[in-house]
């Protein structure tokens, strides 16, 4: 989407025969959105189409989240809790608990006692129930022409997977096709930029391509922007967090009847939730884990009371195109979207940190925020949902 409406934007420099200036100096809003050492900060869109329990697809205006490493469903019938689906739960905190004791959690279905395995995919919450964000693709096979015969070319047949366009939905029990939905944020530096693209974008809805083979007919969107509602509910998050994490390890002391204390009474605890892939790196070497060092750096803070309990994080590699310099991206190791690290420190520090997690959660962590790496989310309500709250 960045590079889509920075493309859309140059297009129209080139009817104002202004493209051979230097964009630098003179590129105006332009450069305040994608040269300034301030730049607005595409995220990414995520699937904004819900899967009812029945079976039916409705669009949501909801915000979308992807499932924490952490998450486990059945792995016979692995999906939130239907008649056909054993439903998700979390296993952050009792992985922790029955660490800091040093027993092994090794859980079971709650359902049919059956084996569990991980489970991904795209989420929102509705009125206190989840639900899962599928998108459904296909298979173009196209064939090459022959540009002197106008006729196919042997040995010149490939296939393309796109995302389909549109997606089933009833009405009055008739079969009703809606166009596919995303949905997304752009975090600009000030008000007056952000009104400007707003207007922008909104001026400009139909005439958007994205993604690959565009020049074949692929790709066209329609965009539209609104003003965002502020999200407030951080500190709330924070202290269910932290109550669920008191009351479970309270739980399992007495289970266990261990006299070693699970939590430090004196410290408060937090997630930090990757919600896209990341590229962290720390002295100038990639990592998949979010030390308290980077973690203290991204925030603008020092605290050395900051420490890191656990982590669970997995590793892929990301390229791509910049069709800008008409060359192939690095190839970079990312920390895969869903990897869970759960901090602590004192108390006392928690007022301060508060301020801070709330810019972390729009501007992300990690390089190459600006393209939608690097986003996060503190202490998801998800880690509060456990084995015997199955949903």
């Known amino acids: 989407m960045r590079g889509a409406i920075a493309n859309l934007v140059l297009d129209q420099f080139d009817q104002a025969n202004i493209r051979n200036q230097n964009l630098q100096t003179n590129g105006g809003d332009f450069r305040e959105l994608f ?3 301030n730049p607005a900060i595409f995220q990414n869109l995520y699937p ?10 409705e669009y949501t205006n909801a915000p979308v989240y992807w499932l924490p490493a952490t998450a486990l469903s059945s792995k016979t019938n692995s999906g939130f809790i239907s008649q056909s689906k054993n439903g998700v739960f979390d296993t952050l905190i009792d992985r922790f608990c029955a660490d800091q004791l040093g027993w092994i959690y090794d859980p079971v279905c709650p359902k049919d006692g059956g084996r569990l395995d991980s489970y991904s995919t795209f ?17 173009l096979t196209r064939v090459g022409i022959n540009r002197h015969r106008s006729t196919a070319e042997d040995d010149v047949l490939y296939s393309l997977e796109v995302i389909n366009e549109q997606y089933p939905t009833k009405d009055n029990n008739k079969l009703v096709w809606q166009n596919m939905k995303f949905a997304g944020g752009i975090v600009v530096p000030t008000e007056e930029l952000a009104d400007r693209l707003l207007q922008f974008i909104n001026c400009n809805c139909e005439h958007l391509r ?14 539209t922007a609104t003003a965002p509602q502020k999200d407030n509910s951080l500190e709330n998050r924070l202290h269910k967090f932290q109550a669920a994490l008191e ?11 261990n006299n070693k204390e699970i939590l430090e009474t004196h410290r408060f605890y937090f997630v930090v939730g990757l919600q896209s892939d990341a590229i962290l790196e720390e002295n100038w070497h990639k990592t998949m884990v979010v030390s308290p060092t980077m973690l203290a750096s991204y925030a603008n803070i020092a605290d050395p009371s900051l420490k890191l309990h656990t982590a669970y994080s997995s590793y892929s590699y990301r390229s791509g195109w910049n069709s800008a310099w008409g060359l192939l991206k690095d190839v970079e190791l990312v920390t895969n979207k869903g990897s869970v690290y759960l901090f602590s420190c004192d108390k006392a520090m ?12 729009m501007v992300g962590i990690g390089r190459r925020t600006v393209e939608g790496f690097g986003q996060m989310r503190v202490s998801d309500e998800f880690h509060s949902v456990f084995r015997e709250e199955v949903v």
């Open 350 to 361: 928690m007022g301060e940190w508060l301020g801070r997690l709330q810019i972390l959660e």
């Open 35 to 37: 040269l300034s050492d």
């Open 123 to 139: 989420f929102s919450r509705q009125d206190g129930k989840y639900y899962p964000h599928k998108v459904s693709k296909r298979i």
């Open 48 to 57: 904004a189409v819900a899967t009812r329990e029945n079976g039916n697809q």
């Open 247 to 257: 009351n479970r390890a309270q739980m399992w002391q007495q289970a266990i009847s």
């Open 210 to 223: 994205i993604g690959t083979s565009t020049s074949r007919g692929l790709g066209k969107v329609r965009i």
